[in-house]
């Protein structure tokens, strides 16, 4: 899993994400964020982060790639159970299941 900053992104963020991934922390944020899913399934990303204390925003990069990677998948829209609002909602794939395949 590959996170790169957008082409018209500053070099700054592209030299960050750069060392994102030389300093093992985006595998570390793609785990908990991964246990964050599998403890709490069909949560928003505002409610995940209350219920682990993960960062609200690091949650909103991590989710969709571990979704496009499979290792979890973004449910239906329902209400936030903070904000009341329509928000996504996140849940684990069970083991073997291949979600990029279902969907």
Sequence with gaps: MNVRARSTDPRSSHAAAADLIASG???AQHAKTEAAVIRHPGQSS???SKLTGLDRHMLGRRLPELARAGRIWRGPVAPCEITGKPACTWWPV???ENMLLGL
């Design 46 to 48: 505002l409610h995940l």
């Design 25 to 27: 922390a985006l595998h």
């Design 94 to 96: 069970a083991p073997g």
